[in-house]
């Protein structure tokens, strides 16, 4: 089980936020962090818990302690907009949290 | 890429199944993965195949329904889905997972299954 919130959040432009993931049991680093916007498919932001993705923003970042994982966006942009999931890999079932959506104040 | 390819309309009983054809890389040095997302729901993973094509894995939503296959010839994955019922319809993505972190690092654009009367 992967618990994640807020479940929406709202913010403006140049803020700071933060969506938290926490799982059920030790799963390591093996944490992921996806992006989807409307009508696309999910996009990779970070892996390892804390490794970027090749050719996401570095305001995109991402932490752990113990079964609690953080994924932090600063200078917020409007192409922010979209759902984000965490996702548990190190073994199955790859469980995905139940998401939060970021919209732009 | 990932290229997905068979979905459609099929009745509550019925069977459906769905292909993805790779393309810029090998099946055999990859896991690779199902995923589903009902209309305006979020993310369901549902089916894996090892890089060996040895061992499959499945959601519990799924297991003893669904079947996960490959055909490294023609380096395409599959996902025969049988006894389908109304809750299945959703778009189906085709995932690839990273070769050495195993996280999923390539996506389909995703084939939309409707199981409907």
């Known amino acids: 089980q992967m618990a994640q919130s807020p479940s929406s959040l709202s913010a403006s432009v140049g803020d700071r936020v933060t969506i938290t993931c926490r799982a059920s049991e030790g799963i390591g680093s093996f944490l992921a962090w996806y992006q989807q916007k409307a009508g696309k498919a999910p996009k990779l932001l970070i892996y390892a818990a804390s490794i970027l993705q090749s050719g996401v923003p570095s305001r995109f970042s991402g932490s752990s302690s113990g079964t609690e994982f953080t994924l932090a966006i600063s200078n917020l942009q409007p192409e922010d907009v979209g759902t984000y999931y965490c996702?548990?890999?190190?073994?199955?079932?790859?469980?995905f949290g139940p998401g939060t959506k970021l919209e732009i104040k | 890429q990932l290229v997905e390819s068979g979905g459609g309309l099929v009745q509550p009983g019925g069977s459906l199944r769905v292909s993805c054809v790779a393309s810029?890389?090998?099946?055999?040095?990859?896991?690779m993965n199902w995923v589903r997302q009902a209309p305006g729901r979020g993310l369901e993973w549902i089916s894996h195949i090892s890089s060996s094509g040895a061992s499959t894995y499945y959601a519990d939503s799924v297991r003893g329904r669904f079947t996960i296959s490959r055909d490294i010839a023609k380096n395409s994955v599959f996902l025969q889905m049988n006894s389908l019922r109304v809750e299945d319809t959703a778009i189906y993505y085709c995932?690839?997972?990273?070769?050495?972190?195993?996280?999923?690092?390539?996506w389909g654009q995703g084939a939309l299954v409707t199981v409907s009367s």
């Open positions: 810029g890389f090998t099946l055999s040095n990859h896991e």
């Open positions: 995932v690839r997972a990273d070769d050495g972190y195993l996280h999923f690092d390539l």
């Open positions: 996702q548990k890999y190190n073994s199955a079932p790859y469980t």
